[in-house]
């Protein structure tokens, strides 16, 4: 599935291209600038892990190992004899998950992998599984209730996780919208576009919309976007936009910038102290994408127990 999540408009980044005053006169550009803030967003997706600082709906699936769910990665044990690979011996009914994790929709545990019969999971004190960690989100690991009567059962894709997955579910509220009679129109039109733009993602009801378009209050828009339902909305229905992490936001424009540059000038020079010196873009982007590295230590991978 396409990740529709840019994390600036093509209006913030035509501000921080050419300053507020200039920009506003600026009409030319939007399909290429479209095109590098959704780079510049795709490109931060795949540093943090093929992850998204926006909500996604989606059904994620895990391979659990026999019998009890086991961590047990392999391990090198060293020593005077030949290196050989050995297992650890402790068992964690826990799973790690394989991206950012907002908001559980349902659980369903197969008992075999044919997933002839199942049973549902739910979370919380006398139920099924925890969400950790416990009090911050995203959520990254799914543990069993040490109380529950249920568990994870042996096999491949034995055990499925319907979900909001994501770094963040925040939208701003922003404006309203006409009645929307059709599920494939792509045209729509609201009470005020003045604060939206090209690239947001928007929240109508429980449907995202992608905006790549706008002429005075009507957007034109791609449906049903990051795992929702395209559906009909009846006239004043409130429209929000995404909201995503400062930082996130300013790489996806210090990317911006560099994409832009390279466009039409490449590898650029800088006189610096009495020397001559070459700036590249790729040490730049490298740089920018650095800033995110605290991001990078909250993603969990997909494994299979054995």
């Keep these: 599935m396409v990740t529709r999540h840019s994390y600036a408009s093509i209006d913030d980044l035509r501000d921080y291209l050419a300053g507020t005053a200039y920009s506003s006169g600026w009409t030319s550009d939007t399909t290429i600038l479209r095109r590098i803030v959704e780079s510049a967003s795709s490109r931060i997706d795949n540093y943090v892990g093929m992850q998204s600082f926006g909500p996604r709906l989606e059904t994620h699936y895990f ?46 545990s197969y008992k075999a992998t044919d997933r002839d019969s199942s049973e549902t999971l739910t979370e919380g004190y006398n139920a099924d599984y925890w969400l950790e960690p416990y009090n911050t989100t995203p959520k990254t690991r799914l543990k069993l209730n040490e109380d529950s009567s249920k568990s994870f059962h042996a096999g491949q894709q034995t055990l499925a996780v319907a979900a909001t997955w994501g770094y963040a579910n925040d939208t701003i509220s922003e404006t309203t919208a006409d009645a929307i009679g059709s599920t494939s129109a792509t045209s729509i039109s609201v009470s005020s576009a003045s604060d939206l733009g090209i690239a947001q993602t928007i929240l109508i009801d429980s449907e995202q919309l992608y905006i790549t378009g706008i002429s005075g209050n009507t957007l034109t828009v791609e ?74 230590s909250v993603t969990a991978y997909s494994e299979t127990y054995f």
């Design 223 to 296: 449906r049903g976007v990051n795992g929702t339902t395209a559906a009909t909305h009846s006239g004043g229905a409130s429209l929000y936009s995404y909201e995503y992490n400062p930082i996130v936001v300013q790489a996806c424009l210090d990317l911006g910038k560099i994409f832009f540059r390279d466009r039409d000038m490449g590898t650029t020079l800088t006189i610096g102290s009495g020397a001559e010196g070459i700036t590249r873009s790729d040490a730049d982007a490298s740089s920018v994408l650095s800033t995110l590295d605290e991001f990078r």
């Design 63 to 108: 391979d659990i190992g026999s019998g009890t769910l086991r961590d047990t990665p392999q391990v090198i044990i060293s020593g005077s004899s030949p290196t050989k690979i050995g297992m650890k011996d402790f068992y964690l009914s826990a799973i790690p998950l394989d991206s950012w994790l907002v908001s559980v929709t349902s659980v369903t």
